[in-house]
């Protein structure tokens, strides 16, 4: 269908012959067209990966241990199944390029370091630290992964951790979060 408005623009072009006619403007028209169409076709197909996890209470210090794995209980977006509330694991349901972020608030001499794991492998690294200090500290990372099919991404109680506890509650989250480029 917008294939066959296409032809029809570039036939009244050129039968028309017209030299005034702005061909840039035109292409630009044909192109917006053509990415609306593959933006439908990838909605149509329920295509998108993207998903959205944060935690519902505060997670307290003493009941962490090192490299254990943070599951972010409550799933708010989950195009593409990807993400497992149960393990915390993100599998990526089909290869490419993702991008995913996590927010940590440490609390009131509290400090801990999150990592971004990818099978197994450390790829990215965040500390919250407010150890010295009352009130909070925020981190956050963004981590761009390539990505096989089956791989899993999640994260998990880094290096150092002390304190009482990190917040997650009606002032800030702690969240992981992530999407496949298209
Ligand atoms: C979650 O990921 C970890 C690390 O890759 C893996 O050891 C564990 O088996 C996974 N758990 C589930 C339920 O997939």
Redo the contacts with the bound molecule.
């Keep these: 269908m917008l294939r066959s408005f296409a032809l029809v623009f570039l036939s009244l072009f050129v039968v028309s012959g017209d030299e005034s006619c702005d061909r840039s403007e035109m292409e630009n028209t044909i192109c917006s067209l053509c990415s609306q169409r593959r933006g439908s076709e990838l909605l149509e197909a329920g295509h998108q990966i993207a998903f959205f996890a944060y935690m519902t209470q505060n997670v307290q210090i003493s009941s962490i241990s090192k490299h254990m ?1 943070f599951v972010y209980d409550r799933v708010e977006t989950n195009h593409g199944n990807g993400y ?1 509330v ?4 993100f ?1 990526a349901p089909e290869n490419g390029v993702y991008v995913f972020h996590t927010s940590s608030t440490s609390y009131d001499k509290s400090y801990c370091s999150v990592e971004v ?1 990818k ?2 492998q450390i790829k990215d690294i965040t500390f919250a630290d407010s150890g010295q200090h009352d009130d909070r500290a925020m981190a956050s990372s963004l981590t761009i992964l390539s990505l096989t099919k089956g791989d ?1 991404v ?1 994260t998990r109680v880094g290096e150092a951790r002390g304190g009482s506890h990190l917040e997650s509650n009606r002032y800030t989250r702690m969240s992981f979060s992530g999407f496949k480029l298209a």
């Design positions: 794995a497992d149960q393990s915390g694991n599998t794991v099978n197994g899993i999640h």
